[in-house]
């Protein structure tokens, strides 16, 4: 076979001499595009399987960890929760809208497939300097393109956007992060799975029609960003949110009838992907008649329908003598529903054209043993150099104050989550503008979903393990906030280029600090996606492992609050100030640097915390709870006021005026409502805790010498990000 069309499949030399093994023979292009994208770095995880080995995935309240399109855990009362986080990077930077709603759509279809309605969604968005005279204005573009994609996918198929998180770095300048959220609700016998057995069965597939979009996806998201690459458009898909809530409710229609073995979302390879895995996760084989798939464009090709990324299709393996039930109730839905073939006991994928087999390649291989590619790995050089770095006040600390309210990463996105609906079914508790978790009613058993996104990349670039536990420990601290119980986590590992070796090494690192963290906190991963390849000519992002942290609090009316809502409420600090300053956002914005050294996270206080907040809560003790993020201290309680209509005067207790900005992890800033319980309760608990003060009427935010007027602080912390994106 021809060396630049092996080469154009993005297929090593011992990538081919495998394939060569496999088969026995040559391949033909329609056998080199299937291969090529199922052994994609996006489809067979080929770099960074080897370290994702040994997550913790169990618990007794895991019902189905990876390895399937979703994660499942049981939320009581015979009910289950599903929910995954994917990353739509590559697509969104090419074409933002598109490639935004499409990352929703596609999110959507991996939670509805596994039997759920989809009930809640976030969104991780990462960009770049929007302040660059040369690149803010494209920076913004892609911005204000993402989050109309999201909110138009999302609110046109009914599904509430109920939080997220949205920061900016130079690092992102090449390369945008858009990581999509979705979480669904199910009884625990109606879950189904991407399965296809049984000789004989029809393999039906229902949707949209197959166009030529999104040709190469898979590919596409395997490569990083140079001069050669941009115009890329092609391969980004365009949705349907409307065909998707008719699929979505033909689904859920279907799933109540007992016509199915399994169902696959054809996503990330289309066909291709659905295909082989259903068929490889049952040790079946299958033959596929491509000439039976609906098309929207004529003449095309067997490669083309098998790679093709079309967005709001599904294939359904279905008992055999009930095809036409279960097309009929697509068909009602006006939807294709087509049978395009049938289950084997071959172990192998045979591809017909108009009755002529045009394609024959084994389906375990692909989709069970696709390569693991030992990369080798490299400390970074720029790791020592920066480890000695320390922060020294220099600014005066009122204009620190105000510039870190009003910078970016802080001030209120309320220009984003204004766009998103994030009230629609009805079961929204905790959304938008409030602090920390986010939180839905489940109406079936009386029970709260709290779920929190978290990443900061600047910690994970300074170093990538502890930055990587502290994501996770953030997530679950947020859930604890709202009185919830942190039970899983779904994580989407972003990062650069794998065959540079420092990349590889960050990547390892990460992955070691969420298999501690999720070990000693006892959030096990059930779900999640890994994108690589996050580089644009040469230069990769930070390291950036999003976790989406998902809670359980058993009576909804119990949920805590992230804000102050009257006056004398006693404000305590909970956990101990350390002076932390490594990758901190007073460092970035008073000298421009991310440097420094990260304290090793201490688990035992972390979970200690968590405790607290729950029983403390059960005895209702606290009006209110937030965690102490990025900032510190001051910004943490900053934003609990700008959001309330009461002021305070308070005393850190600090000797240092820079401590109010140091980023201390497992702190939480509580309002108290029974202070006798609570005093009684954190001495048990033996947790540290500082009194910082009573909130007032006086209407005026006063911490140590930081000051400023609850109006003066709402307009800084409320108009900032809109001014900035003018």
Not at 594 to 605: C, I, N, P, Q
Request: charged residues 20%; contains cysteine; glycine residues 10%.
């Amino acid at each position: 076979m021809d060396k630049n069309l092996i080469k154009a499949h993005k297929i090593s030399d011992e990538e081919y001499k495998e394939i060569l093994n496999i088969l026995g023979r040559e391949p033909n292009l329609l056998e080199l595009g299937v291969i090529s994208a199922m052994w994609s770095e996006h489809c067979s995880y080929k770099s960074s399987k080897k370290y994702l080995n040994g997550f913790p995935t169990t618990a007794p309240w895991v019902i189905q960890g990876p390895g399937e399109n979703a994660g499942v855990i049981d939320i009581g009362k015979g009910m289950a929760a599903v929910f995954k986080i994917e990353s739509h990077n590559h697509p969104s930077f090419i074409e933002p809208f598109a490639g935004a709603a499409t990352g929703v759509g596609g999110i959507l279809r991996d939670i509805f497939t596994m039997g759920a309605r989809v009930v809640a969604g976030l969104n991780s968005l990462k960009f770049g300097n929007i302040h660059d005279e040369k690149i803010g204005k494209f920076q913004k573009y892609l911005l204000k393109g993402v989050v109309s994609g999201i909110s138009h996918y999302g609110n046109c198929v009914g599904v509430p956007t109920i939080g997220g998180e949205c920061a900016f770095d130079e690092c992102f300048n090449g390369n945008i992060l858009v990581n999509a959220f979705a979480l669904g609700i199910c009884k625990k016998e109606d879950i189904f799975y991407a399965k296809a057995e049984g000789v004989g069965n029809p393999v039906i597939y229902v949707g949209s029609k197959t166009g030529r979009d999104g040709l190469g996806g898979a590919v596409m998201a395997s490569d990083s960003f140079n001069e050669k690459n941009k115009s890329l458009r092609p391969t980004v898909q365009i949705g349907d949110p409307f065909c998707e809530k008719l699929l979505m409710e033909a689904c859920l229609e279907l799933f109540k009838t007992g016509f199915i073995i399994g169902i696959q979302d054809m996503g990330a390879a289309g066909l291709t992907s659905s295909s082989f895995e259903m068929a490889g996760r049952s040790g079946s084989g299958m033959k596929l008649y491509l000439d039976k798939t609906p098309m929207r464009e004529s003449k095309m090709t067997p490669y083309e329908l098998m790679l093709s990324e079309s967005q709001e299709r599904m294939l359904i393996c279905a008992k055999k003598g009930y095809e036409n039930e279960v097309i009929q109730i697509f068909k009602k839905w006006d939807l294709d529903a087509e049978v395009i073939g049938e289950v084997s006991d071959t172990g192998k994928m045979e591809l017909f054209w108009e009755g002529e087999l045009v394609g024959l390649i084994p389906i375990e291989p692909l989709s069970e043993k696709s390569p693991i590619l030992n990369r080798a790995l490299s400390e970074p050089k720029y790791f020592s150099e920066i480890q000695n770095v320390s922060f020294a006040l220099k600014m005066d600390a009122q204009e620190l104050f105000v510039k870190m309210l009003s910078n970016e990463n802080i001030s209120d996105k309320s220009y984003i989550y204004e766009q998103f609906d994030s009230s629609v079914q009805t079961n929204t508790l905790k959304a938008d503008g409030s602090l920390g978790a986010s939180v839905i009613r489940v109406k079936e058993n009386n029970a709260a979903l709290a779920m929190a996104c978290e990443c900061n990349s600047r910690l994970n670039f300074i170093n990538p393990k502890i930055g990587a536990a502290i994501a996770v420990a953030s997530a679950g601290r947020k859930v604890a906030c709202t009185g919830a119980k942190p039970l899983a986590i779904s994580d989407c590992l972003n990062y650069g280029n794998p065959e540079n070796p420092e990349v590889m090494w960050q990547f390892a690192k990460g992955c070691e600090g969420i298999k501690e963290a999720c070990k000693a906190l006892n959030t096990p991963v059930v779900s999640g996606n890994v994108s690589l390849y996050n580089e644009s000519n040469g230069i990769s992002i930070y390291p950036s492992p999003t976790i989406v942290s998902v809670g359980l609090q058993e009576d909804a009316n119990k949920i805590l609050k992230s804000h102050f809502n009257k006056a004398q409420i006693p404000i305590y600090l909970l956990g101990e100030s350390f002076g932390e300053f490594g990758a901190s956002l007073a460092m970035k914005i008073q000298d421009n640097k991310v440097a420094g050294k990260l304290r090793e996270l201490d688990f035992e206080a972390e979970l200690k915390l968590w405790n607290f907040l729950y029983e403390a809560n059960e005895k209702e003790c606290l009006e209110c709870a937030n965690n102490v993020g990025i900032g510190g201290l001051a910004v943490s309680l900053a934003k609990m006021f700008a959001i309330s209509n009461v002021g305070a005067r308070l005393k850190s207790g600090f000797k240092q005026n820079a401590w109010l900005f140091e980023e201390s992890q497992s702190r939480v800033i509580v309002g108290v409502k029974d202070e006798k319980l609570f005093l009684n309760l954190i001495h048990q608990f033996n947790i540290p805790f500082t009194k910082l003060g009573c909130t007032d009427n006086d209407l005026n935010f006063t911490l140590d010498e930081l000051s400023l007027s609850i109006k003066e602080l709402k307009e800084i912390y409320f108009n900032s990000f809109r001014e900035n994106l003018l």
